[in-house]
Structures are given as C-alpha cells and as structure tokens.
C-alpha cells in the first residue's frame, strides 16, 4: 500500500443556506477515534463555496487543518467544479481517507471523485473502523437492511460516505488550534454542464424537520387517508415533534416523500419514536431503529414493528391516539 | 437523440430468507427489474414518445438470466436490448461495473447523447454505479431525477428531489441521469409489446467484445473488496401488551413518554 497517504479529510458540506452541514460534525467524532487507531494522524477539512465565515466550527471540533477554497462561482453545489477542487486537493493533500455525508450532495460529488481517483468508495455506512492492517473498515447494510457487509479498500484514498444522523456527534469536542488554509480553484475553462435555474422548498406540514426533530411520530397505511395524518400531526404538537411516515402511506399519496423514514426515504434517529399502524417491514424499521425510544401502536400483535418496539400496545390507532391527545392535553 | 439505459436484476428483497448458517439464501429467491430502473425505462419511453428522432437501447451486467428483463423492457417499449455477461466480470465494485458500461456504451451504441439509470438498485443501495458511468465516459449527471420536464437544443430540464426541496436544473447533453420513484408509474406492456420482446434477440458481449482487460473487470478491477458479511444484530423487542380499553392504553403510553 502507498505510505505516502496520511490523515483523514472530510468533506464539509456546505448546505444551501451556507451552513455547515450537521453530518460534518458527526464524521468529525467517528474520524477522531479513527486518526487515534492511526496512531494519530489528522483530521483534516475540505470547504468549498463562496464564503466562508465559521472557523470556530472546526476548532471546536478537533480539526487540524481546513482547506478552504472560495470563488463567487461556488455558491451553489455543481458536479463538474466541486468534484475538480475535490480531487485537486485530495492530489495535493494524499488523505489516506476521505469522509464524505451521504447526503444528495454527497452522492452526487463521492462516486465522480471515486471514479476519477480509481480508488474505491463505500456506500451510506453506519460504521467505520481501523482493522489490525491500519486499514478503514467500513460497514453498511445491503439488500434492504437483510445484511451487513463489512467493506475494505485496496487503493488510495480509501473513501465512505456515510448517512446523516447514523454516528454521534462528540458529547465533549476536543478543541484545536486549527490552521486555515486557502486553496485556489483550479476552475477556469471548466465548463459546468448544469445549471439550477429554480427551487422550490418543500413546505412544512409542522413546524419541525423530521431530520432535526426530537419526537417523531410516524405513520403507515393503516391511517387510511390524509385525515389520518391530520390526527398525526395534533399529537405531534402535543408532543413537540414531527410527523413521519411509512413508504406505503406516501405512495397512497397522503404525505410527501420527503417525510419518509425508511431505506428509500430517511434516516432518523429521535429520542423518541412512536410507529402508528405501521407493520415494520425491514425497510422501513433500517431508518428509525436507531431511536433512542420507540413505542409501537399496532392492531395486529403479530406485526414485526414490536420486535424493534420498547413499548408495543395492541389496539386501534383511531381510538388511542385521540385519548392520548386528550390526556397529554388534560 | 440515443438514449441509453442501464438496468440490473435485483432478488426481491421483501423475499430475503435465511439458511441455518445465516447467509442470504440465494436459490428460489424471486429475481426482478431493480424497481427504481422500472422508473428509469418508463421515463426513457416517454421521452422517447415525445421526441421523433429517438431509439432506446437498454443494457444490463449481469449473468445469462437477465436477458429476461431486458426483453421485459423492450416490452415496455425501448427500441433493443443487449447483455453484457462473462464469468470475469464475478465480484466487480461500482467502478469495475461502471468501467464495463461505459465501455460497452461505447463500443456497441456509440456517441449515446443520453444514459438514464436507477438512482439505487435496492441490493447493494450504492447509488455510485450512475455517477461513475457518468465520469467514465466525460458526461455530465443529474442524481435523484424525479421527472424530465423539457428538451430543447442539446439541453434536458429535469427535476431534482434533494433533502430541503425540489430542484429545476437545466443540463447540456450528453448526460447521465438518476431517476428516483417518479409520479408516474411505469406502464404495463401491451399485447404488441409482448409479441416484440418474445422475438427481440437480444446479443451477449463478453469482456473482448467490448475491448477490457481482466485487470480492469470483476474482482481483479475492484478497489474494494467485502471483508465480512454477517447479518444484523436483532434488537430484543420490549413489552407488547393489549391494554383493555383506549385509556388504559393512552395512560400507559403517556407514562411511558414521561418516564
Ligand atoms: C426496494 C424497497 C424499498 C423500500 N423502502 C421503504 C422505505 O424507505 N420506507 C418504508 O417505510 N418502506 C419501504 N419499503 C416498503 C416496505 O417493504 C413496506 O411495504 C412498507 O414499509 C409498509 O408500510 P406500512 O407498514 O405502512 O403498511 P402495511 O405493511 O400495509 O402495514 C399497515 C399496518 O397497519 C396496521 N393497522 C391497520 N389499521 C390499523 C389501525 N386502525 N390501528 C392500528 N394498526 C392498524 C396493520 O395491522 C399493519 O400492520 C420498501 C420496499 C422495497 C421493496
């Protein structure tokens, strides 16, 4: 193996609103554990965009060197500039890791960079390690969730993207006093192939983004309409969550996808999660099994979501869920 | 305009069973069209139907089975299908499987001005086998497409899911596209379709056909390799009970919530 690649570098995302993305910080805890296997190597930061204002991020949060590379043209994400200033900088800095959040973005840039680098990329892993080789071992689920394969690479950098809120962020950080490097992008007579020309924002049915929220209460098939949902969402702002939901209640087309939990939708993981006549496939139960609590309301006792359940209460949603309301209210 | 598909057959993983020693029983394992590419063969027909100058090839990897869903799509409506199947290709990653597209797109359709693949296939769930094509061949991409909205001179508008919204993007082809479950759903063949896939022949390429090397396919061509597979540790399901009325349930879940 190439000796000459040392360190970690992640990808800091930069979201659409020039913030830093959450699963930056979550890498940032993962990847210090593993520079410390290393025997300490560092655990570098790639910024890419227009501005950049928040150095006390990354110095609250253990990073040794961020490499910042700024242009008017990089406000937005674009395939065909950031995967350039990517691999530059990977070419430039030998990273014998690269961290990337599985993220829209993320997926976008990883494989182009991957593909370019010849060198192998592991997909939406749910662990990292170092092996007894000093190489990273990255784990994920394949075939819906059914199995875990512990994934190796032979080249250099060995990449992984990994989903937002499946690692922890650090309790404590390790505060550094990181360097800030400014890179040039090496863009001109390149020639970005496309352009967003509109976007719209998806509108919140409650105030909070199940991503972000705390509670979640979700919702399957069993509510039978978006009525169903309506009851979903009051118990929700009793409750100060969101609202979630089954793949078979968004293809009924009573929610947005953008609220489903699952393999095909999103990762979660509250402190509380309460399934609603949802049966549990394992498709579903990959995206929230993780929940610190999970409570299941299910008429069918035999339904697989009690296997992942804390609490599992057999009985009609449409008689429990407007009791509860009234007694959380009362 | 060429348009190009790439699909894979897919076990139904809703089918998954396990053998004593807790491996994926592989035989009598239900195979199916990855279902994000059924999204990705009905947007290329449509567009297909909207342009007058279009033909769709469709192409897969995979072993000598998947001739079945190649003529699955040609079913649909897509113009011919070709497999590229050789026992060399065994074990490749998303960039020795990348690398074997791109080079049979390049070999066996040519300057294709378009290639539409499934964002995920719902075995390995990688989503890189799109972007990597994309990259092999200089072409520009688009992942998460929910929909084709506008064609005009060299240029696709598409929509774009990402996590906060909807994206409108303008794309100049040649290009890959990454289609996600659209709103519409994929068609079912008619009669005519049938009769057109039964005689469809569809060609096999190996390795030499499409000008690789062993090194640069299968296992021999993969960065990564699987070092353990093992299945999921189950959690221990807590309580069920079937409290007796609806406010013995509500009060249960209320202290277990305040707890
Ligand atoms: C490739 C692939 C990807 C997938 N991705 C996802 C994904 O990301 N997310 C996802 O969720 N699914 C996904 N699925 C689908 C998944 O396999 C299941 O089909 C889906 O999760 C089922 O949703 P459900 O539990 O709401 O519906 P059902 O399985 O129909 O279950 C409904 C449940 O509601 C209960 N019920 C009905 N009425 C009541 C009532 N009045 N009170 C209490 N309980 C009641 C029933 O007992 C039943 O258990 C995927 C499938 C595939 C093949």
Not at chain 1, 292 to 299: E, R, V, W
């Amino acid at each position: 193996m190439d000796n000459e690649n040392k360190g970690i570098l992640i990808y800091a995302e930069i979201t659409r609103d020039g913030e830093l993305a959450s699963v930056v910080l979550e890498l940032a805890n993962t990847a210090q554990d593993l520079a410390q296997k290393l025997g300490g190597v560092e655990v570098n930061a790639l910024v890419i965009s227009s501005e950049f204002t928040q150095h006390s991020i990354f110095q609250n949060n253990g990073f040794d060197k961020v490499y910042v590379v700024k242009d008017e043209k990089l406000k937005y994400y674009n395939t065909e500039y950031y995967s350039k200033i990517t691999i530059d900088v990977i070419n430039e800095t030998k990273p014998q890791i690269v961290l990337i959040g599985a993220t829209t973005q993320g997926r976008d840039l990883a494989p182009r960079v991957s593909s370019t680098l010849n060198t192998g990329l592991t997909a939406d892993c749910t662990h990292l390690d170092i092996n007894e080789k000093g190489m990273l071992a990255a784990t994920r689920p394949t075939f819906g969730g059914n199995l875990m394969a512990t994934i190796l690479c032979k080249n250099m950098p060995q990449m992984a993207t990994v989903r937002p809120k499946v690692l922890k962020k650090a309790e404590n950080p390790i505060v550094k006093n990181t360097e800030f490097i400014e890179m040039k992008p090496q863009i001109n007579g390149i020639d970005p192939k496309t352009e967003i020309i509109e976007f719209i924002k998806n509108i919140q049915t409650t105030g909070k983004r199940i991503d972000e929220a705390e509670v979640i209460i979700a919702g399957g098939k069993g509510l039978k309409s978006p009525e169903g949902f309506k009851l979903l969402e009051e118990l929700a702002n009793a409750l100060g969550g969101a609202v979630g939901a089954s793949r078979a209640a968004v293809d009924a087309g009573w929610v947005d996808h953008s609220i489903q939990i699952g393999q095909t939708g999103k990762t979660v993981m509250p402190k509380l999660y309460i399934a609603c006549a949802i049966s549990g496939a394992v498709q579903h139960t990959v995206g929230m099994n993780s929940s610190d609590k999970i409570i299941a309301i299910n008429k069918d006792p035999k339904a697989p979501i009690f296997q992942v359940a804390d609490l599992g209460i057999v009985g009609d949603v449409f008689e429990i869920v407007p009791e509860l309301i009234k007694q959380l209210k009362g | 305009m060429k348009i190009v598909l790439c699909i894979k057959q897919v076990p139904d993983t809703a089918d998954i069973k396990w053998t004593e020693n807790n491996t994926i029983q592989r035989e009598g394992v239900e195979s199916v069209i990855n279902p994000f590419d059924m999204y990705a063969i009905e947007t290329a027909v449509r567009l297909k139907e909207k342009l007058n100058d279009a033909h769709v090839t469709v192409v897969s990897m995979g072993p000598p089975q998947a001739e079945e869903i190649l003529k699955k799509a040609v079913s649909m409506g897509v113009d011919e299908g070709f497999l590229v199947s050789d026992r060399k290709f065994a074990g490749a990653d998303t960039v020795a499987t990348s690398r074997t597209l791109a080079a049979a797109i390049k070999e066996k359709v040519g300057d294709a001005d378009l290639v539409i693949c499934g964002q995920f296939a719902t075995d390995g769930d990688t989503a890189q086998t799109g972007p990597s094509i994309a990259q092999q061949l200089n072409f520009a991409q688009v992942t998460y497409v929910k929909e084709i909205t506008d064609y005009k001179d060299g240029v696709l508008t598409v929509k774009k899911e990402v996590e906060d919204g909807v994206e409108t993007i303008d794309v100049k082809l040649p290009a890959v596209l990454c289609m996600l479950k659209c709103d519409y759903e994929p068609r079912r063949p008619l009669i005519q379709g049938f009769v057109k896939a039964h005689d469809a022949k569809i060609q096999s390429y190996g390795m030499d056909d499409i000008k690789l090397s062993p090194e640069e396919v299968g296992m021999k061509g993969s960065p990564t390799y699987v070092s353990k597979a093992f299945r999921p540790e189950q959690k221990q399901g807590g309580e069920v009970i079937t409290p007796k009325n609806p406010q013995e349930a509500a009060k249960m879940l209320k202290d277990f919530i305040n707890r």
